[in-house]
């Protein structure tokens, strides 16, 4: 508090930067908008960052050989914080991108419980009202659990650390619990509270060790497959983590960005876990997350993924190479012509479209063809089975409406199926697998498709004519 | 100064700020956005800057310095990261 922070230019420039942090994100949000959104916020961040350093308090007395020590010592920080995240940054495969996210989203938060530290060293936080160390330290504690969270993120995703199960966990967590509400505590009464006659100095020390742990144990039964969701929570608090410390030092840049972060990554993570078909209580609460491990070892796992009708356009729309596997329900639905229509919109935007019609498709044979050529699909984007069979291996999606037993796996691999040995279209080999269906029940020979269940399969519910109407109105909003 | 019900109202409005960016944003950007958001968290740099500047003593100083350290890696992972994930946006806007 009290920061000498008051000078026009200064909060001129925090101005202008917040203003581009938030239209940043917000551009981030289209795909059409997002890569200049990165910039914009890109931009922001180097201006408050330049405008602190230009403004930074005592540092710039050239007179003072104290003054060039503390700006020398703020230097090397930068550096040393800014190579080593540039060069991992840079060549890291973009697979390994996420632990990386969480890594990087982690050392914000201690970096929040590091400015709180240093206010509770000096007494600062304790100059004002009463509100300033309450904010500071529970700043301090979300910021350090959610560090010592995101490095068991970083370790699962890395392949370093597995799920250990362990016995009396609940019991463990509910004591450090208790032990870590006393610290925070503690650390906000330090004169009025014995604090377990420990000096302020080490209280505070005590205090994140604690906290640092818990944020450990409490992540460290969640299975790899949630992780996605771990780290979106994560980041969500130690933007309000950011937000809090940015009232203890009456940064305005701080206080709205951190917030604005604190509050989109709490909706972004619930709408992470319903894409991926998961609760977030179930992530957090249930310690049997690894949704992956339990289809391998106790048979296929009785979970669907669905997507939203516009999300699975916008996917598509991002694809170099799709493969369309026509089926009854389009027929049912009379939605050929829709999907035409769908299909060129695709083709303006560079994305090559196929048809890939089975001989039994819509249970007479031949009867798939005519209807899209009725549409008006040309021939030549209308492909048979043994034509088109070896690309989907090579395609980004295959697109299959209210087709079911065509494209069951179960016909390649299953002897005790009833279908197994009949032909069919290998659209679960595509990269991604996007169903149009009108519900969960079985197909026309009543057995389960174990296609619907796949990993990299996401189900788009309801009657195909509606869906693809909605498609076409998301490709528009692109 | 931002305290009291001022600080509150900041707080509130951001917030619904916040939550209005995310309310319509398409799959396949979640995991960008996550790390953009990230990256704007990683203003965290600003205050850490001002906090060593202000840090007094052996103790505060090697705090704060650490403090920098991290927050500076926040924000620079956070921009390559999200630079990178968002290149595949890229090639398609140009044609």
């Given at each position: 508090?009290?920061?000498?922070l008051?000078?026009?230019?200064l909060?001129?420039?925090y101005?202008?930067?917040t203003?581009l ?21 890109g931009?922001?961040?180097?201006l408050?960052?330049l405008v602190?350093?230009?403004y ?8 003072e050989?104290?003054?060039w ?10 550096a040393a914080?800014?190579?080593?995240a540039w060069w991992?940054?840079?060549?890291v495969?973009l697979t390994?991108m996420?632990?990386m996210?969480?890594?990087y989203?982690?050392?914000g938060?201690?970096?929040?419980a590091?400015?709180a530290?240093?206010?509770?060293y000096s007494?600062?936080?304790y100059?004002?009202?009463?509100a300033?160390p309450?904010i500071a330290?529970?700043?301090?504690l979300i910021?350090t659990v959610?560090f010592?969270?995101?490095i068991?993120a ?14 009396g966990r609940?019991?463990t967590?509910g004591?450090?619990?208790?032990v870590?509400?006393l610290l ?5 009464f330090?004169?009025?509270?014995p604090?377990f006659?420990?000096p ?9 060790v604690?906290?640092?742990?818990l944020?450990?144990i409490?992540?460290?039964?969640i ?5 996605p ?18 009232f203890v030092?009456q ?5 709205i960005a ?6 989109a ?6 709408l992470?876990?319903?894409a ?15 949704v992956?491990?339990v289809?391998?070892s106790?048979?296929p796992?009785?979970?669907?993924n669905s997507?939203?009708?516009r999300?699975?356009?916008a996917?598509m ?9 026509p089926g009854y ?5 009379q939605a050929q012509h829709k999907?035409?229509?769908?299909v060129?919109m695709?083709?303006k ?8 019609v089975h ?5 007479m ?9 009725e ?9 048979d ?12 999606v295959s697109l299959?409406?209210?087709?079911n037993?065509?494209v069951?796996?179960?016909a390649?691999?299953d002897k005790?199926?009833?279908i ?7 659209a679960d080999?595509a ?9 969960t029940g ?6 389960q ?5 796949g990993?990299?399969t996401?189900m788009?519910f309801?009657?195909?004519?509606d869906v693809?109407?909605?498609?076409i ?6 | 100064?931002?305290?009291?019900f001022?600080?509150l109202y900041?707080?509130l409005?951001?917030?619904i700020?916040?939550y209005?960016i995310?309310?319509?944003v398409?799959?396949?950007?979640h995991?960008p ?7 704007v968290?990683g203003?965290v ?5 001002v906090?060593?500047?202000e840090a007094?003593?052996?103790l505060?100083?090697?705090v704060g310095f650490?403090?920098v ?5 926040n924000?620079?992972g956070?921009?390559?990261s999200?630079?990178r ?11």
């Amino acid at each position: 508090m009290g920061h000498s922070l008051t000078s026009f230019p200064l909060q001129a420039s925090y101005f202008i930067a917040t203003l581009l942090l938030v239209l940043g994100l917000k551009r981030m949000g289209s795909p059409r908008t997002a890569r200049n959104g990165i910039v914009w916020a890109g931009v922001g961040m180097l201006l408050a960052t330049l405008v602190t350093l230009a403004y930074l308090p005592g540092v710039w007395n050239f007179t003072e050989p104290a003054s060039w020590h503390r700006l020398v010592l703020i230097l090397v920080a930068l550096a040393a914080g800014a190579i080593p995240a540039w060069w991992s940054g840079r060549r890291v495969p973009l697979t390994e991108m996420p632990q990386m996210v969480a890594i990087y989203n982690g050392l914000g938060g201690g970096a929040a419980a590091a400015i709180a530290a240093v206010e509770i060293y000096s007494g600062r936080a304790y100059l004002g009202s009463l509100a300033f160390p309450v904010i500071a330290v529970t700043g301090a504690l979300i910021g350090t659990v959610a560090f010592g969270g995101s490095i068991v993120a970083f370790l699962k995703l890395q392949g370093w650390m597995g799920s250990p199960r362990i016995s009396g966990r609940h019991v463990t967590n509910g004591i450090l619990s208790i032990v870590v509400l006393l610290l925070t505590i503690a650390n906000i009464f330090p004169a009025r509270v014995p604090a377990f006659g420990l000096p302020v100095s080490s209280l505070v020390g005590v205090f994140l060790v604690a906290s640092l742990i818990l944020g450990i144990i409490v992540t460290l039964p969640i299975g790899g497959a949630d992780m996605p969701v771990v780290i979106s929570t994560y980041n969500a608090c130690i933007g309000l983590a950011v937000g809090f410390e940015g009232f203890v030092v009456q940064n305005p840049a701080m206080i709205i960005a951190g917030t604005i972060v604190g509050a989109a990554g709490t909706l972004l993570t619930i709408l992470m876990a319903r894409a991926m078909n998961r609760s977030f209580m179930n992530v957090w609460f249930s310690g049997f997350g690894d949704v992956a491990a339990v289809a391998a070892s106790g048979g296929p796992a009785r979970v669907m993924n669905s997507m939203d009708a516009r999300d699975a356009a916008a996917t598509m729309a991002y694809s170099e190479d799709i493969i369309v596997v026509p089926g009854y329900g389009l027929a049912v639905a009379q939605a050929q012509h829709k999907l035409w229509e769908f299909v060129q919109m695709l083709q303006k935007r560079d994305v090559k479209v196929r048809f890939a019609v089975h001989p039994v498709a819509g249970r007479m044979p031949g009867h798939m063809s005519v209807l899209l050529a009725e549409a008006g699909v040309p021939y030549d984007l209308i492909y048979d089975l043994e034509e088109i069979n070896s690309d989907f291996v090579n395609s980004d999606v295959s697109l299959v409406i209210g087709a079911n037993d065509v494209v069951n796996p179960a016909a390649r691999s299953d002897k005790s199926s009833p279908i197994y040995g009949m032909p069919i279209l290998n659209a679960d080999q595509a990269k991604q697998v996007l169903v149009i269906k009108r519900g969960t029940g079985a197909g026309f020979s009543g057995i389960q498709n174990e296609l619907f269940f796949g990993a990299n399969t996401h189900m788009v519910f309801g009657d195909a004519q509606d869906v693809i109407a909605k498609m076409i109105s998301g490709l528009k909003e692109l | 100064m931002m305290t009291g019900f001022v600080a509150l109202y900041i707080f509130l409005i951001t917030a619904i700020a916040g939550y209005e960016i995310v309310a319509r944003v398409p799959v396949i950007l979640h995991t960008p956005l996550m790390s953009g958001s990230n990256f704007v968290h990683g203003i965290v740099l600003v205050g850490a800057m001002v906090a060593l500047a202000e840090a007094h003593g052996n103790l505060q100083i090697s705090v704060g310095f650490v403090g920098v350290v991290m927050a500076t890696s926040n924000a620079v992972g956070g921009y390559v990261s999200t630079e990178r994930m968002l290149e595949m946006f890229h090639g398609k806007e140009k044609k």
